[in-house]
C-alpha cells in the first residue's frame, strides 16, 4: 500500500469507529427509555405542579371563625341568676361603666336593708313579684354611666381621660330621700333603691365629665335626666308596670318601719372621696380632691 492508500484507510476506519459510537448511544438511550418505562410509573419531578395541586386545600374553622361575634348561649341563665345581658357578648369586648361605689357595710346600713329585704319579700309576693335577690352590700353603688362594651386596647387611656377629667372635683356628701322603683331598658329586671335627694348637682357634674370622656371614644351618654340612686334589691320582669300607688306606699312606708328600727336617721349624708371605673374583672378607683 502506498502512504495515501493507508491514510484514506485510516480515514474510513476513523469514520466508521465514530459511526459506530453514534449507533452504540442511540442504542443506549433507548435501552434507558424501554428500562424506564417498563420498570416504574413516570414520577413527576420534585416542584413540578399537577392539576390537583392548583385545588386549593379548604382553611379549618378556626380560622375562618377566629374573628368571628361569639353569641351568647341562650335558653339556660341559671348561672346568673336568670339575668339576661344588655348586649351580645363578644370576644374582645369588656363590659365598662364608671360609678360611685357606696358600702352598706361601711356606712352601717347593711343590716337595715336585710331586714328591709325580708319585710318585701313578704309585701311583693301578693303582687305576683317573683323571687326578690338583695344586693350585695359590697357592690352597690351610684351608676355615672352606662354599662357599655369597650376594646381591651380602650382601657389604659380612658383611665387616663377619666383620670384627668375627674380629678379637679372635690369630694361631696350624699342623703337618700327613700325607695323607688326602678326598671332597666330591656325591661327584664326591676329594681327597688334609695333615691339620692343631696348631692343630685354634684353627680350630674360628673356625669357630664364622664360622657365627655366617652364621647372621645364614640360611647354612648349617659341617661339626659338621671336619676340618682342605689340599688338595694332586684327582681326578673318588670314590676314598675304592675307598680300602683298603694304599692309605693307601702314600699315607703315599710322602709320607714325598718330605719326605725335599726335607729337610721333619713337624713344621714354620707361622704363621697372615691370614684370607681369597672371594665370586665378590672376595677380603677379615681380618688376626689
Not at 480515514?11 to 442511540?26: G, I, R
Not at 339556660?76 to 357606696?102: A, E, I, L, T
Not at 319585710?119 to 335577690?133: A, M, Q, R
Not at 350630674?204 to 338621671?226: T, W
Request: charged share 20%.
Amino acid at each position: 500500500y502506498s502512504v495515501r492508500q493507508m491514510a484514506a484507510g485510516n480515514l474510513v476506519d476513523y469514520s466508521s469507529s465514530s459511526c459506530d459510537s453514534a449507533d452504540e448511544e442511540e442504542h443506549v438511550s433507548s435501552c434507558k427509555k424501554i428500562c424506564i418505562n417498563s420498570v416504574a410509573p413516570c414520577v413527576p419531578l420534585v416542584g413540578s405542579i399537577t392539576p390537583a395541586d392548583k385545588e386549593r386545600l379548604p382553611l379549618p374553622d378556626a380560622i375562618l371563625n377566629m374573628f368571628q361575634a361569639e353569641e351568647e348561649p341562650r335558653g339556660n341563665h341559671g348561672d346568673h341568676g336568670g339575668r339576661v345581658r344588655s348586649f351580645p357578648h363578644m370576644r374582645g369586648n369588656w363590659p365598662s361603666f364608671v360609678h360611685v361605689p357606696f358600702s352598706l357595710e361601711e356606712h352601717d346600713l347593711a343590716s337595715c336593708i336585710v331586714s328591709y329585704h325580708q319585710s318585701l319579700c313578704t309585701l311583693l309576693l301578693p303582687h305576683g313579684v317573683g323571687t326578690l335577690h338583695m344586693a350585695d352590700p359590697l357592690r352597690v353603688h351610684i351608676s355615672l354611666s352606662r354599662t357599655l362594651p369597650i376594646r381591651h386596647h380602650w382601657i389604659e387611656p380612658l383611665v387616663c381621660s377619666l383620670k384627668n377629667c375627674i380629678g379637679g372635683h372635690k369630694r361631696f356628701i350624699v342623703s337618700f330621700s327613700g325607695p323607688e322603683v326602678y326598671c332597666n331598658d330591656e325591661k327584664t329586671r326591676s329594681f327597688i333603691g334609695l333615691k339620692v335627694s343631696k348631692g343630685h348637682n354634684k353627680l350630674c357634674a360628673l356625669v357630664r365629665d364622664v360622657d365627655e370622656c366617652f364621647s372621645k371614644f364614640g360611647l354612648q351618654p349617659f341617661y339626659k335626666d338621671p336619676v340618682f340612686h342605689i340599688s338595694v334589691c332586684w327582681c326578673l320582669g318588670d314590676i314598675l308596670s304592675m307598680k300602683s300607688e298603694s304599692l309605693q306606699t307601702a314600699i315607703e312606708e315599710e322602709w320607714r318601719t325598718v330605719t326605725s328600727e335599726h335607729k337610721i336617721d333619713q337624713s344621714d349624708c354620707y361622704e363621697i372621696i372615691d370614684i370607681g371605673y369597672k371594665t370586665g374583672n378590672k376595677l380603677f378607683t379615681l380618688t376626689l380632691s
